[in-house]
T-cell receptor, first 114, second 118 residues
Framework: DGGITQSPKYLFRKEGQNVTLSCEQN?????MYWYRQDPGQGLRLIYY???????QKGDIAEGYSVSREKKESFPLTVTSAQKNPTAFYLC?????????????FGPGTRLTVL | AQKITQTQPGMFVQEKEAVTLDCTYD???????LFWYKQPSSGEMIFLIY??????QNATEGRYSLNFQKARKSANLVISASQLGDSAMYFC???????????????FGSGTKLNVKP
Protein backbone atom coordinates (compact mmCIF):
# COMPACT_ATOMS: atom_id res chain seq x y z
CA ASP A 1 0.00 0.00 0.00
CA GLY A 2 1.24 3.46 -0.87
CA GLY A 3 1.37 6.07 1.82
CA ILE A 4 3.33 8.30 4.15
CA THR A 5 4.87 7.04 7.36
CA GLN A 6 6.12 9.11 10.25
CA SER A 7 8.10 7.93 13.22
CA PRO A 8 8.07 7.96 16.10
CA LYS A 9 4.42 8.53 16.96
CA TYR A 10 5.36 10.09 20.30
CA LEU A 11 8.66 11.76 21.13
CA PHE A 12 9.93 13.26 24.33
CA ARG A 13 12.81 15.68 24.35
CA LYS A 14 14.81 17.20 27.11
CA GLU A 15 15.63 20.87 26.86
CA GLY A 16 18.81 21.48 24.89
CA GLN A 17 18.52 18.31 22.82
CA ASN A 18 18.15 18.02 19.08
CA VAL A 19 15.66 15.45 17.85
CA THR A 20 14.90 14.17 14.36
CA LEU A 21 11.45 13.26 13.10
CA SER A 22 11.28 10.77 10.27
CA CYS A 23 9.03 11.06 7.21
CA GLU A 24 8.99 8.51 4.39
CA GLN A 25 6.68 8.24 1.38
CA ASN A 26 6.31 5.57 -1.29
CA UNK A 27 3.86 7.52 -3.45
CA UNK A 28 6.58 8.67 -5.87
CA UNK A 29 5.71 12.27 -5.05
CA UNK A 30 8.17 15.03 -5.88
CA UNK A 31 7.03 17.55 -3.28
CA MET A 32 7.16 17.11 0.49
CA TYR A 33 6.22 19.38 3.39
CA TRP A 34 6.46 19.73 7.16
CA TYR A 35 3.75 21.39 9.22
CA ARG A 36 3.36 22.22 12.86
CA GLN A 37 -0.01 22.15 14.60
CA ASP A 38 -0.63 23.61 18.04
CA PRO A 39 -3.73 22.74 20.10
CA GLY A 40 -6.92 24.14 18.62
CA GLN A 41 -5.14 25.71 15.69
CA GLY A 42 -4.61 25.15 12.01
CA LEU A 43 -1.41 24.09 10.28
CA ARG A 44 1.68 26.23 9.82
CA LEU A 45 4.31 25.46 7.21
CA ILE A 46 7.82 24.82 8.51
CA TYR A 47 9.72 23.67 5.41
CA TYR A 48 8.91 22.41 1.95
CA UNK A 49 10.80 20.63 -0.78
CA UNK A 50 9.67 20.55 -4.39
CA UNK A 51 12.43 18.26 -5.60
CA UNK A 52 15.30 16.16 -4.31
CA UNK A 53 18.28 18.12 -3.00
CA UNK A 54 16.25 21.31 -2.78
CA UNK A 55 14.18 22.71 0.08
CA GLN A 56 12.89 26.09 1.20
CA LYS A 57 11.93 27.69 4.51
CA GLY A 58 8.27 28.12 5.26
CA ASP A 59 6.51 30.47 7.65
CA ILE A 60 8.08 29.22 10.89
CA ALA A 61 11.46 27.68 9.98
CA GLU A 62 13.48 29.14 12.86
CA GLY A 63 14.84 26.38 15.10
CA TYR A 64 14.22 23.65 12.53
CA SER A 65 16.32 22.04 9.80
CA VAL A 66 15.62 19.51 7.04
CA SER A 67 17.36 17.49 4.35
CA ARG A 68 16.11 15.93 1.11
CA GLU A 69 18.74 13.51 -0.09
CA LYS A 70 16.26 10.96 -1.41
CA LYS A 71 12.91 11.42 -3.08
CA GLU A 72 11.23 9.20 -0.50
CA SER A 73 12.59 10.84 2.64
CA PHE A 74 12.28 14.27 4.24
CA PRO A 75 13.47 14.22 7.87
CA LEU A 76 12.91 17.19 10.17
CA THR A 77 15.34 18.08 12.97
CA VAL A 78 14.05 20.14 15.85
CA THR A 79 17.06 21.91 17.26
CA SER A 80 17.68 23.33 20.71
CA ALA A 81 17.21 26.77 19.15
CA GLN A 82 13.47 26.09 18.86
CA LYS A 83 12.20 27.63 22.08
CA ASN A 84 8.74 26.10 22.17
CA PRO A 85 8.84 22.81 20.24
CA THR A 86 5.99 21.01 22.01
CA ALA A 87 3.45 20.45 19.21
CA PHE A 88 2.02 17.97 16.73
CA TYR A 89 4.13 17.64 13.57
CA LEU A 90 2.64 16.53 10.27
CA CYS A 91 4.52 15.54 7.15
CA UNK A 92 2.81 15.70 3.76
CA UNK A 93 3.53 15.09 0.11
CA UNK A 94 2.04 15.89 -3.28
CA UNK A 95 2.77 14.76 -6.83
CA UNK A 96 4.16 18.17 -7.67
CA UNK A 97 3.63 21.76 -6.68
CA UNK A 98 0.82 22.78 -9.02
CA UNK A 99 -2.36 24.16 -7.54
CA UNK A 100 -4.51 21.17 -8.44
CA UNK A 101 -2.33 18.65 -6.62
CA UNK A 102 -3.75 17.20 -3.43
CA UNK A 103 -1.53 17.06 -0.39
CA UNK A 104 -1.55 13.75 1.49
CA PHE A 105 -0.54 13.54 5.12
CA GLY A 106 1.23 11.09 7.38
CA PRO A 107 -0.12 10.09 10.81
CA GLY A 108 1.94 12.71 12.66
CA THR A 109 4.46 12.85 15.49
CA ARG A 110 3.59 14.35 18.84
CA LEU A 111 6.63 16.02 20.38
CA THR A 112 6.76 16.94 24.04
CA VAL A 113 9.57 18.82 25.75
CA LEU A 114 10.18 17.68 29.31
CA ALA B 1 -3.81 38.26 0.47
CA GLN B 2 -4.61 34.56 0.46
CA LYS B 3 -6.83 33.60 3.37
CA ILE B 4 -9.26 30.89 4.46
CA THR B 5 -11.98 31.61 7.02
CA GLN B 6 -14.01 29.03 8.92
CA THR B 7 -16.42 30.83 11.20
CA GLN B 8 -17.89 27.83 13.04
CA PRO B 9 -15.53 26.66 15.80
CA GLY B 10 -17.91 23.85 16.75
CA MET B 11 -21.10 22.26 15.48
CA PHE B 12 -23.50 19.54 16.53
CA VAL B 13 -25.56 17.38 14.20
CA GLN B 14 -27.94 14.51 14.81
CA GLU B 15 -26.94 11.16 13.40
CA LYS B 16 -28.36 10.55 9.89
CA GLU B 17 -28.98 14.24 9.28
CA ALA B 18 -27.08 16.42 6.81
CA VAL B 19 -24.71 19.15 7.94
CA THR B 20 -22.99 22.06 6.19
CA LEU B 21 -19.59 23.33 7.27
CA ASP B 22 -18.82 26.84 6.10
CA CYS B 23 -15.67 28.04 4.38
CA THR B 24 -14.92 31.33 2.68
CA TYR B 25 -11.71 32.24 0.96
CA ASP B 26 -9.93 35.31 -0.26
CA UNK B 27 -7.67 35.35 -3.28
CA UNK B 28 -6.95 37.46 -6.30
CA UNK B 29 -5.72 34.45 -8.28
CA UNK B 30 -7.69 32.96 -11.16
CA UNK B 31 -6.23 29.48 -10.67
CA UNK B 32 -6.54 27.82 -7.29
CA UNK B 33 -7.67 24.61 -5.66
CA LEU B 34 -10.00 24.14 -2.70
CA PHE B 35 -9.71 21.14 -0.39
CA TRP B 36 -11.38 19.72 2.68
CA TYR B 37 -9.63 17.53 5.21
CA LYS B 38 -10.90 15.56 8.19
CA GLN B 39 -8.80 15.25 11.33
CA PRO B 40 -10.07 12.67 13.84
CA SER B 41 -8.74 12.58 17.38
CA SER B 42 -5.86 10.35 16.23
CA GLY B 43 -4.43 13.39 14.45
CA GLU B 44 -4.01 12.22 10.89
CA MET B 45 -5.28 14.62 8.22
CA ILE B 46 -7.52 12.72 5.82
CA PHE B 47 -8.24 14.20 2.39
CA LEU B 48 -11.97 14.33 1.62
CA ILE B 49 -12.70 16.34 -1.49
CA TYR B 50 -11.22 18.75 -4.04
CA UNK B 51 -12.66 21.54 -6.19
CA UNK B 52 -10.71 23.41 -8.85
CA UNK B 53 -11.38 27.06 -9.51
CA UNK B 54 -12.33 26.33 -13.12
CA UNK B 55 -14.61 23.40 -12.31
CA UNK B 56 -18.19 24.31 -13.11
CA GLN B 57 -19.77 21.35 -11.39
CA ASN B 58 -19.71 20.94 -7.63
CA ALA B 59 -17.42 18.13 -6.52
CA THR B 60 -18.90 15.06 -4.86
CA GLU B 61 -17.25 12.09 -3.15
CA GLY B 62 -19.67 9.63 -1.62
CA ARG B 63 -21.45 11.38 1.27
CA TYR B 64 -19.34 14.51 0.83
CA SER B 65 -20.13 17.33 -1.55
CA LEU B 66 -18.58 20.73 -1.95
CA ASN B 67 -20.95 23.64 -2.51
CA PHE B 68 -18.75 25.93 -4.61
CA GLN B 69 -19.98 29.48 -5.11
CA LYS B 70 -17.19 31.26 -6.92
CA ALA B 71 -18.68 34.74 -6.96
CA ARG B 72 -19.24 34.61 -3.21
CA LYS B 73 -15.85 32.93 -2.67
CA SER B 74 -17.33 30.17 -0.60
CA ALA B 75 -16.59 26.44 -0.59
CA ASN B 76 -18.88 24.83 1.95
CA LEU B 77 -18.65 21.13 2.76
CA VAL B 78 -21.91 19.21 2.93
CA ILE B 79 -21.97 15.86 4.70
CA SER B 80 -25.12 13.87 4.07
CA ALA B 81 -26.48 11.21 6.41
CA SER B 82 -24.06 11.94 9.26
CA GLN B 83 -22.49 9.01 11.06
CA LEU B 84 -20.94 8.82 14.51
CA GLY B 85 -17.56 8.31 12.84
CA ASP B 86 -17.86 11.74 11.25
CA SER B 87 -17.11 13.37 14.60
CA ALA B 88 -13.80 15.14 14.02
CA MET B 89 -12.15 18.43 13.16
CA TYR B 90 -12.66 19.58 9.58
CA PHE B 91 -10.25 21.89 7.82
CA CYS B 92 -10.85 23.86 4.66
CA UNK B 93 -7.76 24.66 2.61
CA UNK B 94 -6.90 26.57 -0.51
CA UNK B 95 -3.88 25.97 -2.69
CA UNK B 96 -2.74 29.07 -4.50
CA UNK B 97 0.26 31.02 -5.66
CA UNK B 98 2.43 32.48 -2.92
CA UNK B 99 4.44 35.45 -4.10
CA UNK B 100 6.62 35.18 -1.00
CA UNK B 101 7.61 31.58 -1.67
CA UNK B 102 7.10 31.33 -5.44
CA UNK B 103 5.16 28.12 -5.20
CA UNK B 104 1.56 27.01 -4.76
CA UNK B 105 1.19 27.04 -0.99
CA UNK B 106 -1.61 25.51 1.06
CA UNK B 107 -3.56 27.95 3.21
CA PHE B 108 -5.55 26.32 6.00
CA GLY B 109 -8.52 27.56 7.97
CA SER B 110 -8.72 27.26 11.74
CA GLY B 111 -11.07 24.29 11.55
CA THR B 112 -14.57 23.32 12.66
CA LYS B 113 -15.12 20.64 15.29
CA LEU B 114 -18.11 18.50 14.35
CA ASN B 115 -19.90 16.38 16.93
CA VAL B 116 -22.42 13.82 15.71
CA LYS B 117 -25.02 12.93 18.32
CA PRO B 118 -26.65 9.48 18.44
Amino acid sequence: DGGITQSPKYLFRKEGQNVTLSCEQNLNHDAMYWYRQDPGQGLRLIYYSQIVNDFQKGDIAEGYSVSREKKESFPLTVTSAQKNPTAFYLCASSISGIYTDTQYFGPGTRLTVL
Amino acid sequence: AQKITQTQPGMFVQEKEAVTLDCTYDTSDQSYGLFWYKQPSSGEMIFLIYQGSYDEQNATEGRYSLNFQKARKSANLVISASQLGDSAMYFCAMRGKSIKYNFNKFYFGSGTKLNVKP
